[in-house]
Nanobody
């Protein structure tokens, strides 16, 4: 039982910024990954970013090429919350954003994740 709840989505102008939050409750892991994916109607779910936390090794982050340099993923382990800071937003960033979690591996494949949030809408439009 792990529940993920996203928040922070909304409507922004091109070039604007948003910060998404994903709060986890229930079971937690000493070594696990939390990731962000996004999806538009009729299209496949796409990887955005992942953050792996471990008590025995340094943390790890990775980004999709389309967002690298604009988005930053971070984590507050004490709050069991992962964030996605999105800067210089573009219309093509418009999507429903989902957070996901799994133990250990920082995967880019959505089907490998065990827990998902309900999604939060991000719309970039003038």
């Amino acid at each position: 039982q792990v529940r993920l709840v996203e928040s922070g989505g909304g409507l922004v102008l091109p070039g604007g910024s948003l910060r998404l939050s994903c709060a986890a409750s229930g079971r937690t892991f000493d070594n696990y990954s939390m990731a962000w994916f996004r999806q538009t109607p009729g299209k496949e779910r796409d990887f955005v970013a992942v953050h792996k936390w471990s008590t025995t090794s340094p943390g790890f982050v990775a980004y999709a090429d389309s967002v690298r340099g604009r988005f930053t993923i971070s984590r507050d382990n004490a709050k069991n919350t992962v964030y996605l800071q999105m800067n210089n937003l573009k219309p093509e960033d418009t999507a429903v954003y989902y957070c996901a979690a799994r133990q250990w591996v920082a995967s880019r494949q959505g089907h490998e994740y065990d827990y998902w949030g309900q999604g939060t809408q991000v719309t970039v439009s003038s």
